[in-house]
């Protein structure tokens, strides 16, 4: 089968990764670097400034406490030009590797027909198509707008913004502001209503005031008019470097007329991520929903094995998040976990006996020198002592991350409270979650 995928971010290379293991015909077409907004400009970019911002906050903890006497220098223009040089170097190891799997891997931009791709002038013909061509930067309708940087602009910067102003209060706020705080910039977040709505508010606001405790969130602000000085709010002018973070928009012009959209250009697909056009797919942040790399692979998978007439279905519950600050803030996303008890509950009808337990981060590796300073984190967790189901879990601590998407794949498997009875951990580590998990498995 002739099989044409567009896009080579996750869901695109997941997808053709998929489809060479069954020995297809894949062709694979890329309008500009391979790995997509992932690794190009998104999670591998915030990856190697989140690792400079917290060396930076080590070194001033451990200057203040007089332990090491450290006072690092740096050009902003180094660290970016550092963080290009691996980002090219991944590159070249995403590329090798789908060339390796025997994929035609083309460059150029993909001009859509039913039934065939037009791609550097030339016609290619499929059996189907897989649509996973991302998003990018939302502007709102705000005078100025297009003035402003967004997340594909950060690497460029010359030199580190004096002041920075960023309209927004998602995770891309929220990591750019711990990013450029750490490094020097004096940063105001500019949140139209709450700051990371994501979040519960409790949790948001224990972020705030000790992850990002040198940045100023302003809630309920109403953005008027950029200019080339800063914006122009309801709270009086910010002067400095404007970086819109208002979210993004999905690239999906090409499809227009030949599949159906959603209100906010999204493609519509299935839960076998086929589109209202029998062979074509869609996969990844093009089709909405959760936008993070492991949903766009496992979404590259399901529209592969499908198209290919190999029952696949995507599974949504317990989705892992993690945004990288000074800590990683990890949780299983609102909603999901809701959405498996009800299904595995459907026709019960007892009470719930939901509980909240929360503990503070353990000393550990990353975290032993935050002790005095009372800045471990936490872990939180609700659950239904009834069933023994988890029904929402924050983790704030070094190993969160990690952690969390280990426990989502428990909970996929349906596993309980009263499973972590026998628990060994490896030690000294700073997962919290476990210690809830065996109290609560008591219960
Ligand atoms: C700043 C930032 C940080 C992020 N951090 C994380 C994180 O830590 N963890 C996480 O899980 N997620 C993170 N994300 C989200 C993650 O990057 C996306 O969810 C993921 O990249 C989506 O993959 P995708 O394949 O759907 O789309 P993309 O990665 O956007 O790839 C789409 C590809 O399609 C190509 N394309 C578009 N149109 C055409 C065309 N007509 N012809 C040919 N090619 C085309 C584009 O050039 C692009 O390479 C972050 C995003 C941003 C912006
Ligand atoms: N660690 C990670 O996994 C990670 C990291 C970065 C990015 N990402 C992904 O990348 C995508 C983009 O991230 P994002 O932070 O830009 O998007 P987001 O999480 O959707 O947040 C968008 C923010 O913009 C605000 N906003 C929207 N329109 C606005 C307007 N007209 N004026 C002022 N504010 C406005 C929203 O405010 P309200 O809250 O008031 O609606 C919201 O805070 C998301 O899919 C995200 O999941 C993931």
Redesign the pocket.
Known sequence: MKVVIIGGGPAGRAAALELSKLDQDITLIEKKHMGGTCLNE??MM?CGLVDVARFLNDAENFQKREIVNINPEFEYKNVANGVKETLSKLRHVSEKEILEAEVNLIYGEAILNDGFVKVNAHEIHYDKLIISTG?R??Y???TGAEMSLT?SDILDLEELPEKLII?????????FAGIFSSLGSKVHV?????F???LDSEVSDFVAKNLLEKVNIHKNVD?VEITEKGAITSEGTFEGTVLM????IPNSELVEGLVKKGRHGEILVNKKMQTSHENIYAAG?VVGG????PIARMEGIVAARNALGISAQANYEYVP????LDYDVAFLGPGNSKNTHENKNSNDQQVENKVTGKIPGTAGPGSFWKVLSRKTGFTQMEVDLDSGSLEKLYSITPSARHNMAYISMLMRLGHKTYDFENFIEAHPSTDSIYKLMRFFGKY
């Open positions: 998104g999670c915030v998003t930067p939302f709102p309708p705000i997340y309209v927004g209060s998602g995770v891309i706020a929220a990591e500019l949140c139209r209503t709450g990371l709505n994501v953005v973070a208002t979210g993004t942040d959760i936008g993070s790399t998040h993690s945004i990288s």
